[in-house]
């Protein structure tokens, strides 16, 4: 919804409209949400469930500035914890509605975010009155236990979650494919939590995994990775599609 969102505020009618307010690059925010709630099970047959919005704050839709005069009804809330809640509250027909934000874009490997977007923190809107997904991690060791082994599956009302099309990096095509990111504290990468990877919850059954290999200093993988920028720079509009020279 937003990206490094500052002085966030949320007001609920009993219409079930949301405002959230904020401010983004030293402007003063106020869209209007209405018409999600819960996540539809995947299927071929319709989209995932999506807000309507209104960036004017009721303008384009109403023709009128539902954001300064929607009355707000949301009481306290009393729902299950939520990880990196910013604020939350349960509407007068006893559904849930909350912001969130996490940084979902940094670099895998415990590499220092090098470009602004890497860093962001994404401030996202959600509406329940069902149970909460649920994600389920076990861990062992795979190659006669010469690696840590890290596997799962994330579901939501005993449902799988899972899209129908991904790239071949596992990224989803579709509105419910879904990611689960990896993040480690206080590892080799260095103190406090580092993103090591992200994988693809899988088609049927919303099942993953993930291995714990060896893949080097990380200072090396940085180096890698900048050398391989300057590489493409250099390549740009090369069609002979040849693999580089090696003696």
């Not at 494919?177 to 919850?201: H, I, M, Q």
């Amino acid at each position: 919804m937003a990206r490094n969102a500052k002085n966030v505020s949320l007001k609920v009618d009993a219409a079930g409209y949301a405002v959230v307010y904020y401010t983004q690059g030293g402007k003063r925010l106020k869209p209007l949400f209405w018409g999600a709630v819960n996540a539809r099970p995947p299927t071929l047959e319709a989209p995932q469930v999506a807000f309507k919005k209104d960036y004017s704050g009721g303008w384009g839709t109403f023709r009128r500035p539902l954001w300064k005069t929607i009355k707000d009804t949301c009481l306290p809330y009393d729902g299950p914890p939520l990880p990196y809640l910013v604020v939350a509250c349960k509407a007068p027909d006893g559904s849930y509605w909350a912001l969130q934000r996490w940084q979902r874009m940094l670099p895998n490997l415990g590499i220092d975010p090098w470009k602004p977007g890497q860093s962001a923190w994404e401030l996202h809107l959600s509406h329940w009155t069902a149970e909460l997904p649920k994600l389920e991690v076990w861990v062992d060791w795979v190659y006669s236990k010469k690696f840590h082994h890290l596997f799962g599956r994330y579901s939501y009302l005993g449902q799988p979650v899972h899209g129908f099309s991904a790239t071949r990096t596992g990224n989803p095509l579709d509105s419910y494919g879904r990611n689960v990111y990896l993040d480690t504290y206080d590892s080799a990468y260095g103190p406090g939590w580092k993103r090591e990877n992200s994988f693809l919850a899988h088609r049927p059954n919303g099942n993953f995994c993930y291995g714990f290999y060896h893949r080097g200093n990380p200072a090396d993988v940085d180096y890698e990775r900048r050398m391989n920028e300057i590489g493409d720079q250099l390549a740009a509009g090369d069609l002979s599609r040849t693999p580089c020279s090696q003696h």
